[in-house]
């Protein structure tokens, strides 16, 4: 199962369709809205998690990009807290990347960041939640709306 974060961007033209609805439809695509800033007549932003098949998830983001819906990838870093880790191994049986692998013959798991796409498997099978995702960088949400032009004056950043 592929999973990603999106930090998606609605026009007021297209806020009142229901495109992330068809995502589930369409699609065959699980998600989870993060946080959202949705009201109608206005633009609008959402932070959306979206799990399901590799080429599902391309097309369903290729379906809302053609439904004029700016996508960026929220990009996540996966961390592992080594005070926590009695290095059993679990997490490297999940790893295809070989960014989690185990080293012999001293039985150490070894953790390469830079072979990490941060897909996310080794998060749910680390007995001892070792292992953490989380996004790269520091940002805020901050969507203000200024009531009497209807338009939307935007910061957009995602909490840590």
Known sequence: MYKRMY???FTKDNIDQPLICDLVKKYNLDFNILRADIFMQQDGVMMLELAGPRKNVQA???????????????????????????????????????????????????FDPEKCTACGLCVPVCPVQAMHISLDKSVRFDYQRVEDSGQAKEEVTVPE
């Open 7 to 9: 930090l998606l961007r």
């Open 60 to 110: 369903g983001l290729k379906y809302l990009k053609k439904n004029e819906v700016k996508v960026e990838t929220l990009a996540t870093v996966i961390s592992r807290d080594d005070d926590k880790c009695f290095q059993c191994g679990a997490c490297t049986g999940r790893c295809s990347t070989g960014a989690l692998s185990i080293k012999r013959p001293e039985m150490a798991v070894i």
